[in-house]
């Protein structure tokens, strides 16, 4: 009876965790298992300041083909002591919808000085940085950067995940050089493992070629 209680408790908390994934999803941890991960969006270390709706586990979910493709640059940075850190990769359309709610409420500004000090809330929609849509839903887009193996430090990229501003595009002009060069160096190893960078934030990258260019998925991160 005891054996049958455990079992019981085990099968339980398994459901809670994981979930049976739609064909050509993985569990990133799955395919690589040394890419380490920080979802921002299930902590309240994000724009909004809370944890956004969908995420109920540090789960990185992501096509099979995007995590296949990942596992690649990871095998690269670790030859140097370095690893990928993802911060979002598969995010579900009732996210999307949290931050639109967010974004409406203007006076809402809690965040502002850490991600947004020198954009107008109002015009977030109008500068690209809120939309009722996201690639991140296909499935197949990843946010990310990378970290020191041993420290377990972020390389320095000239400005922080999620930041929406002029520093966070790619080739902004006023870095140094070190945080050039780690910008490149994440860059040139996506963009050789298949990826397309976004020209607005230098941590965004969407597969070529996704599985699902024209679905947007709406189950929860678990």
Known sequence: MKRLFLLWIFVVEFSVCS?????????????????????????SNNFIGKPIDGYLKNKVIITTK????????????LKFGLS???????????AVDHFIRWAN???????????YPNIAKKDLFKLDYIASRSGHSRGSTVDLTIIDVETGEELDMGSTYDYFGENSHPF???????????????????????????????????????????TYFNFKVK
Request: proline share 5%; hydrophobic share 40%; glycine share 0%.
């Open 105 to 115: 409420l203007l006076n809402d500004t809690i965040m502002k000085q850490q991600y």
């Open 66 to 77: 995007a995590a296949k493709a990942l596992k690649k640059v990871q095998a690269e940075l």
């Open 172 to 214: 902004y002009q006023h870095l140094t050089k070190q945080q050039r060069a780690n910008r490149m160096l994440l860059r040139s190893l996506m963009l050789e493992a298949g990826f397309i960078p976004y020209t607005k934030e230098w941590w965004h990258f969407t597969l070529k070629n996704e599985p699902f260019p024209k």
């Open 84 to 94: 990928l850190k993802v911060f979002d990769a598969y995010r579900p359309q009732q």
């Open 19 to 43: 979930q049976t994934l739609i064909k050509d999803f993985s569990y990133l941890t799955d395919i690589d298992p040394t890419i380490q991960s920080e979802l921002r969006y299930l902590s």
